[in-house]
């Protein structure tokens, strides 16, 4: 790991211990900024630091930016599931499905799936769509079940077509 990658990671732990908001967002911009305005990685830090303190409007541009610019898998999956939460957060709904569901549907063995389909429930269910959003979640629980795929991926379908 990079000693640029430690001193954000160090940011994040403090903020874990109690750092307060303003104090995040300052460190984690100044960390950032060595790398400029045009970097995916410093964009999607920046963008974290403000959906962390609560400031879903100002980290939408800058999840958009970091996605623009392009990141590692890794860094995509997370943006792009953090994108989905502050446009959820924000009321944009439309918008928060299209962008997961399009990520599930590009990277269905990510390693993120869960995390995708968790989002992707909570996504569907503030859009008055509770039952599908449910069934998205009973489908992401059976692969991690010792028994009843067959039975529980068949309730799950049942319980989707309720929200048809």
Known sequence: MNDWQERIDAVWEAASGGLVD?????????????????????????????DSAGRPDEAVPLYRRALE????DDRRAQATIQLASSLRNLGDLEGALELIE???????????????????????ASAGQPERGLSVAILALVPHMPRYHRSMTAYAHEIAGRDA
């Open 69 to 72: 610019l392009g990141l590692d």
């Open 102 to 124: 399009a990520e599930h549907a590009a990277h269905p063995d990510s390693v993120y799936r869960d995390a995708i389909a968790a989002m992707h429930a909570l996504a569907l």
């Open 22 to 50: 303003e104090e995040v967002i300052s460190r984690i911009d100044a960390i950032a900024a060595e790398r400029g305005a045009d970097d995916a990685e410093a964009a999607f830090e920046r963008a974290g630091a403000r």
